[in-house]
């Protein structure tokens, strides 16, 4: 055994030498590459993927759950502002039933089970209705957490106090909640409806109109009718119109904020958008008269009548007719005679139809009479603000523009100038020293190119040492060939030399086998002696 390790360490000696520097660094680099391949490999596999074992803890309930981990050894992890604790994936199943056999996490706060371990007969009446109260409260708060998207509630409820003397006012009950909600989350009116509902229902004599409800914000939830329509005051039609507002100028701010920080970059762009909303709901009645011809301001003729009259006249002498009548005056002097005359008169009359028009308008309300835009962009090199093209600038004051001249109303914009649209519009070139690093959460996921990056290593490996073996596999076997197979010597005796016989020559020929070939030499010997 140790005469073949010897053989196989000078054959790789020998095959080392005979390499070239090149040919040995790719030996070497791939053999380092597959060390850290394998290193690489161990220490992710070997590396505990951490899950949520809670959530939603308190910082009592987290450190009670650490310390028992601690003590058992158990490797965890706290997140979330320590309401949040992780332990390796493979325990999580097992560390909650066992944590739930010994009552963990304890919340610390009274519930119905209370009245089973603490009753007795020298509880007071105030000391139950304490108790009474707290229970009533932490389950109400657990049947508010199964809500989708509420984290955690506190609940303050006041129960009235029973009293022996008849009272024209009835006593009743009053309730106020804070609700955690999750990051991004809001209740929609459904689930706001479910919830007054539910909590006047689990105290008994609450009325609706003594709960109160918001949220950790201290954003007050209203409570709707039947047909969603908040009830009739001043606060409320507020909160419409201002709600109003909010979304219109939420709407532009996304668009604008998208567009823009496609060009730009989405942390390169700071946008705000100002709206005035004109509330006013109008109801009108128009009543137009317009000529049917505009052009030349005429109606439509509906009927005409001409009237034409004409008259000639002969000369009458002076005195009139002679003699007298029975009804002229005697003596009186006649009148002096008048020349012939003639005359024409001519009367037109035409009854015109113009256009009546009755219009009864009803104007929605919601419109806006004017928009402020204000973006800040920050320069490709914040240090040096003349980086950001003057180009740049005046492209973005362009499309700004144009969604003012777009949103606005039309009765409104079509009296703006360019000039006023584009003073509703500020651009400006500010680095942004407020900005938040925003830090990535390391993944304990092994990342997929790692995967690749180690399985073509592995391939180049194997594939190299496949082929130094074999070719060493080759090498080998033209030695053992080489040795085997010997060429046959040819000795050309000296001239002036007399030729040996036959057993003089057998026996040099021994002699060099005993000198280079001992094993066979001694096996010739044993082939011998066996026949003898």
Same mark, same amino acid.
């Given at each position: 055994?140790?005469?073949?390790?010897?053989?196989?360490?000078?054959?790789?000696?020998?095959?080392?030498?005979?390499?070239?520097?090149?040919?040995?660094?790719?030996? #070497?680099?791939?053999?380092?590459?597959?060390?850290?391949?394998?290193?690489?490999?161990?220490?992710?596999?070997?590396?505990?993927? #951490?899950?949520?074992?809670?959530?939603?803890?308190?910082?009592? %309930?987290?450190?009670?759950?650490?310390?028992?981990?601690?003590?058992?050894?158990?490797?965890?992890?706290? @997140?979330?502002?320590?309401?949040?604790?992780?332990?390796?994936? !493979?325990?999580?199943?097992?560390?909650?039933?066992?944590? *739930?056999?010994?009552?963990?996490?304890?919340?610390?706060?009274?519930?119905?089970?209370?009245?089973?371990?603490?009753?007795? #007969?020298?509880?007071?009446?105030?000391?139950?209705?304490?108790?009474?109260? *707290?229970?009533?409260?932490?389950?109400?708060?657990?049947?508010?957490?199964?809500?989708?998207?509420?984290?955690?509630?506190?609940?303050?409820?006041?129960?009235?106090?029973?009293?022996?003397?008849?009272?024209?006012?009835?006593?009743?009950? @009053?309730?106020?909640?804070?609700?955690?909600? $999750?990051?991004?989350?809001?209740?929609?009116?459904?689930?706001?409806?479910?919830?007054?509902?539910?909590? @006047?229902?689990?105290?008994?004599?609450?009325?609706?109109?003594?709960?109160?409800?918001?949220? !950790?914000?201290?954003?007050?939830?209203?409570?709707?009718?039947?047909?969603?329509?908040?009830?009739?005051?001043?606060? &409320?039609?507020?909160?419409? !119109?201002? /709600?109003?507002?909010?979304?219109?100028?939420?709407?532009?701010?996304? /668009?604008?904020?998208?567009?823009?920080?496609?060009?730009?970059?989405?942390?390169?762009?700071?946008?705000?958008?100002?709206?005035?909303?004109?509330?006013?709901?109008?109801?009108?009645?128009?009543?137009?008269?317009?000529?049917?011809? +505009?052009?030349?301001?005429?109606?439509?003729?509906?009927?005409?009548?001409?009237?034409?009259?004409?008259?000639?006249?002969?000369?009458?002498?002076?005195?009139?007719? $002679?003699?007298?009548?029975? &009804?002229?005056?005697?003596?009186?002097?006649?009148?002096?005679? *008048?020349?012939?005359?003639?005359?024409?008169?001519?009367? %037109?009359?035409?009854?015109?139809?113009?256009?009546?028009?009755?219009?009864?308008?009803? +104007?929605?309300?919601?419109?806006?009479?004017?928009?402020?835009?204000?973006?800040?962009?920050?320069?490709?090199?914040?240090?040096?603000?003349?980086?950001?093209?003057?180009?740049?600038?005046?492209?973005? /004051?362009?499309?700004?523009?144009?969604?003012?001249?777009? @949103?606005?109303?039309?009765?409104?914009?079509?009296?703006?100038?360019?000039?006023?649209?584009?003073?509703?519009?500020?651009?400006? *070139?500010?680095? #942004?020293?407020?900005?938040?690093?925003?830090? !990535?959460?390391?993944?304990? +996921?092994?990342?997929?190119?790692?995967?690749?990056?180690?399985?073509?290593?592995?391939?180049?490996?194997?594939?190299?040492?496949?082929?130094?073996?074999?070719?060493?596999?080759?090498?080998?076997?033209?030695?053992?060939?080489?040795?085997?197979?010997?060429?046959?010597?040819?000795?050309?005796?000296?001239?002036?030399?007399?030729?040996?016989?036959?057993?003089? $020559?057998?026996?040099? /020929?021994?002699?060099?086998? $005993?000198?280079?070939?001992?094993?066979?030499?001694?096996?010739?010997?044993?082939?011998?002696?066996?026949?003898?």
């Amino acid at each position: 055994m140790k005469e073949k390790l010897v053989v196989y360490k000078d054959r790789l000696i020998e095959y080392w030498n005979g390499r070239t520097k090149l040919q040995r660094g790719m030996i #070497f680099g791939s053999f380092l590459l597959l060390v850290i391949a394998l290193i690489f490999v161990t220490s992710f596999a070997s590396k505990s993927t #951490f899950v949520p074992l809670y959530t939603n803890l308190s910082v009592q %309930e987290t450190g009670e759950i650490k310390a028992t981990l601690d003590a058992r050894g158990i490797a965890s992890e706290i @997140s979330d502002n320590g309401t949040t604790i992780s332990v390796p994936e !493979q325990q999580v199943d097992i560390l909650k039933v066992e944590l *739930a056999a010994e009552g963990l996490p304890k919340s610390g706060s009274i519930d119905y089970s209370v009245f089973k371990d603490k009753m007795g #007969f020298g509880m007071t009446d105030n000391e139950f209705s304490v108790i009474e109260r *707290a229970a009533i409260q932490t389950e109400l708060a657990n049947l508010i957490r199964n809500i989708e998207g509420v984290n955690s509630a506190n609940v303050m409820i006041t129960l009235p106090e029973e009293s022996l003397w008849i009272s024209e006012q009835g006593q009743v009950s @009053s309730a106020s909640i804070v609700l955690n909600l $999750a990051t991004g989350y809001q209740l929609n009116q459904q689930q706001v409806n479910a919830l007054y509902h539910l909590v @006047s229902k689990s105290v008994p004599k609450l009325p609706m109109d003594n709960i109160v409800i918001m949220n !950790q914000m201290f954003e007050h939830f209203e409570l709707k009718n039947d047909e969603n329509s908040i009830l009739d005051s001043t606060l &409320t039609v507020y909160d419409q !119109q201002r /709600q109003i507002k909010n979304n219109i100028e939420r709407d532009l701010q996304r /668009q604008v904020q998208q567009m823009l920080g496609t060009i730009m970059g989405h942390d390169k762009v700071l946008v705000s958008v100002t709206t005035d909303i004109d509330f006013t709901k109008e109801n009108r009645e128009e009543s137009l008269v317009t000529p049917v011809d +505009e052009e030349n301001m005429e109606g439509l003729a509906v009927s005409i009548e001409r009237i034409t009259e004409t008259y000639t006249g002969e000369d009458m002498p002076e005195g009139g007719v $002679a003699g007298a009548g029975e &009804t002229d005056i005697p003596n009186y002097i006649g009148m002096t005679g *008048a020349g012939g005359g003639d005359y024409e008169r001519i009367e %037109e009359r035409i009854n015109n139809d113009v256009n009546r028009i009755r219009r009864e308008i009803v +104007e929605s309300p919601y419109q806006i009479r004017d928009i402020g835009i204000q973006v800040m962009v920050e320069p490709p090199d914040p240090e040096n603000l003349n980086s950001l093209p003057v180009e740049r600038v005046n492209d973005i /004051q362009q499309i700004l523009s144009t969604i003012v001249r777009t @949103s606005i109303s039309k009765d409104i914009v079509d009296q703006l100038t360019p000039e006023q649209i584009n003073d509703k519009v500020f651009v400006s *070139a500010q680095p #942004f020293n407020g900005k938040v690093e925003i830090e !990535q959460a390391a993944s304990n +996921e092994i990342p997929m190119w790692l995967y690749v990056v180690g399985g073509v290593l592995v391939v180049v490996i194997l594939l190299l040492l496949f082929l130094l073996f074999k070719k060493n596999k080759n090498r080998q076997k033209d030695m053992e060939f080489e040795e085997f197979v010997e060429q046959p010597a040819f000795d050309i005796p000296d001239i002036n030399e007399e030729r040996d016989s036959d057993e003089i $020559a057998r026996r040099k /020929q021994l002699e060099k086998m $005993a000198k280079e070939k001992p094993e066979e030499f001694s096996k010739l010997l044993r082939s011998w002696l066996s026949e003898d």
